[in-house]
């Protein structure tokens, strides 16, 4: 993943050129060196509505901020001589979004500048493919999701049956390694599924046929799972005995190892119950760690996902209904379907990146169409951290977690709702972003004639 080469050391130069300059801005009095990575120490924040997710609401309290992480929550905080003090009469503090199903970083212009899509690989099994590595640091759409309260998302690549390795990463900083959590957290299958489409402006495939060909495919995954098995057999074996030869390197194969043996978690495209039920069978046959994506019925298929303990990242909120019969509303509802019948599930924009700032929306509409109003907010924090499996330092405030916080002045997943701060990594973040300085430059423009 590598086709970004020039256009990203060209990138990377200008940024260090901001992060090296010493030059005072007279509106904030400080260097742009932390414009560019955000201001760091220790904070405050006092008199605030605290939304914990995990622990309910203190409706005045303090959020001590230091190393990085929360020092401290509560109505009577001692705050440090050293604090800078945020006087948060007013605001909400929030835990940071989490979007877990994104192409944050991969994909820039997605139409007209293919040198800046670097989504997914030529082949069927990409296994080695690791999104970390062609995610683009300084990408626009990272600053524009952070302003409206993203903190971190799921970056993911596509294409292929095995479309290679999804990335948990903060939306702050100037390498993809600063911005890892987790550099290696999935590995991203598009589950084979029965298709009538045969793209536009052909003729509709058989239903029979459609079948044949998921079967095809179908045992095409299978075959790759059992080779990788094998594999890892293999060299365990040689390992352990010298006289037997050691397997030839396989990149592809090797990548699969800790997902095969159910170490790492697999996601699963599938929005179909049926599909869904097939993907259930095969973590269960294969004592995988199974994640679905995508999710449309996943409700009707409640009994196996529970049975199986597999998660739903739902990207559907903001899609019609695929079947004309469906009501308007039938994917708005669908979380709340989830909820009732007990599967764990976060709400995502599945977005390249342009529109991940919406992600609190998804949650609100969610909310409008029964899904409470808690559990949508816990569908964009709390949730997805557990499902990401970084729930023991993100997605709710609560001592020693890193301080990812959003402070934002009415209801965070209302449209009408301002973010006033923002950190990442115990850092204030500037709420900058292409939006803000487009706007700056053209807000004063007048008409001639």
Not at 108 to 114: F, Q, R, V
Not at 193 to 212: S, V
Not at 231 to 260: G, H, Q
Not at 308 to 326: E, F, K, M, S
Request: glycine share 8%; hydrophobic share 40%; net charge positive.
């Amino acid at each position: 993943m590598i086709n970004r080469i020039l256009s990203t050391l060209t990138i990377l130069f200008a940024c260090y050129a901001l992060a090296v300059s010493q030059t005072r801005n007279p509106d904030t009095d400080v260097t742009s060196q932390q414009i560019f990575l955000g201001k760091g120490g220790t904070f405050a924040i006092t008199n605030a509505r605290i939304v914990t997710v995990s622990s309910g609401v203190i409706e005045k309290g303090t959020v001590l901020i230091e190393n990085g992480k929360i020092a401290a929550v509560g109505s009577n905080i001692s705050i440090p001589s050293k604090a800078q003090v945020i006087d948060a009469s007013g605001l909400s503090v929030y835990p940071g979004l989490i979007d877990s199903a994104t192409n944050m970083g991969l994909s820039e212009i997605p139409l007209g500048a293919n040198g800046t899509v670097d989504v997914a690989e030529i082949g069927e099994n990409n296994a080695n493919a690791k999104a970390v590595i062609a995610i683009n640091p300084h990408s626009s759409h990272i600053n524009v999701a952070r302003v409206n309260g993203i903190t971190t998302v799921l970056s993911m690549p596509t294409g292929g049956l095995i479309a290679g390795q999804a990335a948990v990463i903060n939306l702050w900083g100037s390498t993809q390694a600063s911005m890892a959590i987790t550099p290696t957290f999935a590995l991203v299958v598009n589950f084979p599924r029965i298709t009538t489409f045969a793209g536009p402006g052909q003729q509709q495939i058989d239903f029979n046929e459609a079948i044949r060909r998921r079967n095809q495919q179908l045992e095409n995954l299978k075959k790759l799972f059992k080779d990788a098995e094998n594999y890892a057999r293999a060299k365990e074996a040689a390992l352990k005995d010298k006289s037997l030869p050691m397997p030839k390197t396989d990149v592809k194969l090797e990548a699969m190892i800790p997902y095969v043996r159910g170490e790492r978690p697999i996601i699963f495209t599938a929005e179909r119950e049926r599909d869904i039920r097939a993907v259930a069978k095969f973590v269960e046959e294969n004592k995988l760690k199974g994640i679905i994506l995508g999710g449309q019925e996943a409700w009707k298929a409640a009994d196996v996902l529970v049975k199986n303990n597999i998660p739903v990242i739902y990207t559907n909120i903001y899609r019609l209904p695929v079947l004309d019969d469906h009501p308007y509303d039938y994917l708005f509802e669908a979380p709340a379907k989830m909820q009732q019948r007990g599967v764990k599930f976060s709400i995502a924009t599945g977005d390249g990146g342009s529109m991940v700032r919406d992600l609190p929306y998804h949650a609100g509409i969610a909310a409008a169409f029964g899904l409470p109003k808690e559990e949508a907010l816990k569908a964009v924090t709390l949730y997805p951290a557990q499902i990401l499996g970084i729930a023991d330092k993100y997605g709710s405030i609560e001592v020693g977690k890193v301080a990812n916080l959003v402070v934002a002045d009415g209801d965070i997943l209302e449209p009408r709702t301002n973010i006033k701060y923002l950190f990442i990594n115990g850092r204030l973040m500037p709420l900058t972003s292409r939006h803000t300085e487009l706007y700056e430059k053209f807000k004063d423009r007048k008409l001639e004639n």
